[in-house]
């Protein structure tokens, strides 16, 4: 259970490269490919959701806290806790937002579709890259 930090932070940054991939691919009007991308983002993202809470729960069980400390100190403690308060209010949109999203793909209700993608995007985009950061700051950086 000890990797599941990491397992989370490779899911974020497989997610994120598959976001700009699907990005790519639909400024060049390859809707398949586009589409094929987003599934399967949102399918790592599931899973990373599930490693997550599973994480959570060993975290829990086993330290009898929810949390891992941060270990960093001084401006380091700001930055980290700007990020993870933003990561953290944003994660819990980006469900509900790709669900939304892809819903609207999948049943061709384009220009729906394309608006809730513009806010989507970015905000999954953001916290894709910013779990990664949460993890090398948590886990690498600071210990």
Known sequence: MDELPAVNATLNAISTVLLTVGLQFIKRRQIERHRMTMIIAFCVSIVFLACYLLHK???????????TPFKGQGTW???????????????ASVPFLAS???????????????RIAKITYPIWLYV????????????RWFL
Request: aromatic fraction near 16%; proline fraction near 0%; charge should be positive.
């Open 128 to 139: 894709s890259v910013t779990g990664v950061l949460v993890y090398f700051m948590l886990y």
């Open 57 to 67: 729960w060993w975290l829990h069980e086993s330290t009898g806290s929810w949390n």
């Open 77 to 91: 403690r700001i930055v980290y806790f700007s990020i993870l308060i933003t990561h953290v209010i944003l994660a």
């Open 100 to 114: 939304i999203t892809l819903f609207r793909g999948l049943k061709r209700m384009d220009a729906r579709h394309r």
